[in-house]
């Protein structure tokens, strides 16, 4: 298990940030999933470094995710 924090900025969610422990191997797209908020899936943008990350990018311990509220339209 590796330590990742992950900071909730959804315009409809904010929460402080949280460490999680998840799988070593966990990859952006299975994050989630991974801290039981795969209900997420399709609606949070996950930022890492400020740079949206390929949902096959497998996390490292230690690191900071942003999720970020998908916005469409025009």
């Not at 797209?29 to 497998?58: F, M, P």
């Not at 311990?61 to 469409?72: F, H, P, Q």
Request: glycine content about 12%; overall charge negative.
């Amino acid at each position: 298990m590796i330590p990742v924090t992950v900071d909730c900025r959804l315009a409809w969610r904010k929460l402080p940030p949280r460490q999680f422990l998840v799988p070593e191997g966990t990859t952006v797209g299975g994050l989630l999933d991974a801290i039981g908020e795969g209900e997420l899936n399709g609606h949070a943008l996950l930022v890492i470094d400020k740079q949206a990350c390929e949902s096959e990018r497998v996390l490292r311990a230690g690191e900071r995710v942003v999720l970020l509220s998908v916005m469409c339209g025009g």
